[in-house]
C-alpha cells in the first residue's frame, strides 16, 4: 500500500520567504506525482505534474523536483505572498492500479 | 463544460437520510474518480469509472454507498441511510484519456469543488 508522508502538517512564514514543502512516499512504483492546491471549504488545484521520467517542473515562482528512487518529492516556492496561503497536497499515482495515494497535506500561512 | 462541476456543493442530512451527489465531467472526459476527502486528511478513493463502467469500486466504504453512471458522463454518489461518519468532503475527479494509455491527457485528473457532506 502506498504511504504518502507530507512534513511539515503546517508552516508560518513572513512575506517574503522561499517555501519548502517536502513529500514522501513508500513505493516508488509511480506513474506521476503531482502537487494541489486546496484552500479553505474549496477543491483541489493542479498546480504541478512532475511525470516518473522527469526530475522537476517549474511554474512561475514555484519548483517541484521528484527523486523516484529515495521516494521524495519537494515544491518550493519563491518569495511567499499573503496569496499562497492554503494547504498544499502531494499525491502520487501508482503504477499498478493508477490509483491517487494523497498526503495530508502542508497548510501554510504567509503573513504580511 | 470548462471544468468540473459538483453539486450539492454543501448538505446537510439527518442521520438516516439518503443522499445523492452529482458530477458533470469535463466534457469528452473517459475517466472518472470519486473520492471522499475527511476533515483534515488528504483524500481517499472511492470508485473509479471508464465510460459506463464502473471498473474499480474497492474504495467504497460499505454497502450503503453506490455509485452509477449510466451513460458515460454525469455520474451520481448515492449515501443510503447516512451516518455521523459520512460527513466529509466528496470529490469528483475526470480524466481525458484511459488511465494507463499514453495519450495526451492521460492519468491528469481534473478536480471539481467537492460537495461537503454534514450528517447530524
Known amino acids: 500500500k502506498q504511504e504518502v508522508t507530507q512534513i511539515p502538517a503546517a508552516l508560518s512564514v513572513p512575506e517574503g520567504e522561499n517555501l519548502v514543502l517536502n513529500c514522501s512516499f513508500t513505493?516508488?512504483?509511480?506513474?506521476?506525482l503531482q502537487w494541489f492546491r486546496q484552500d479553505p471549504g474549496k477543491g483541489l488545484t493542479s498546480l504541478l505534474l512532475?511525470?516518473?521520467?522527469?526530475r522537476e517542473q517549474t511554474s512561475g515562482r514555484l519548483n517541484a523536483s521528484l527523486d523516484k528512487s529515495s521516494g521524495r518529492s519537494t515544491l518550493y516556492i519563491a518569495a511567499s505572498q499573503p496569496g499562497d496561503s492554503a494547504t498544499y497536497l502531494c499525491?502520487?499515482?501508482?503504477?499498478?492500479?493508477?490509483?491517487?495515494?494523497f498526503g495530508a497535506g502542508t497548510t501554510v500561512t504567509v503573513r504580511a | 463544460g470548462a471544468g468540473v462541476s459538483q453539486s450539492p456543493r454543501y448538505k446537510v442530512a439527518k442521520r438516516g437520510q439518503d443522499v445523492a451527489l452529482r458530477c458533470d465531467p469535463i466534457?469528452?472526459?473517459?475517466?472518472l474518480f470519486w473520492y471522499q476527502q475527511a476533515l483534515g486528511q488528504g483524500p481517499e478513493f472511492l470508485t473509479y469509472?471508464?465510460?459506463?463502467?464502473?471498473?474499480?469500486k474497492s474504495g467504497l466504504p460499505s454497502d450503503r454507498f453506490f455509485a452509477e453512471r449510466p451513460e458515460g458522463s454525469v455520474s451520481t454518489l448515492k449515501i443510503q441511510r447516512t451516518q455521523q461518519e459520512d460527513s466529509a468532503v466528496y470529490l469528483c475527479?475526470?480524466?481525458?484519456?484511459?488511465?494507463?494509455?499514453?495519450?495526451?491527457?492521460?492519468?491528469?485528473?481534473?478536480f471539481g469543488a467537492g460537495s461537503r457532506l454534514t450528517v447530524l
Open positions: 512532475i511525470q516518473s521520467s522527469q
Open positions: 466534457s469528452g472526459h473517459v475517466s
Open positions: 469509472f471508464q465510460n459506463e463502467a464502473q471498473l474499480d
Open positions: 499525491a502520487a499515482l501508482r503504477s499498478n492500479d493508477y490509483k491517487l495515494s
Open positions: 513505493d516508488s512504483a509511480i506513474y506521476n
Open positions: 475527479a475526470s480524466s481525458l484519456a484511459f488511465l494507463g494509455g499514453s495519450g495526451s491527457g492521460a492519468n491528469v485528473l481534473t
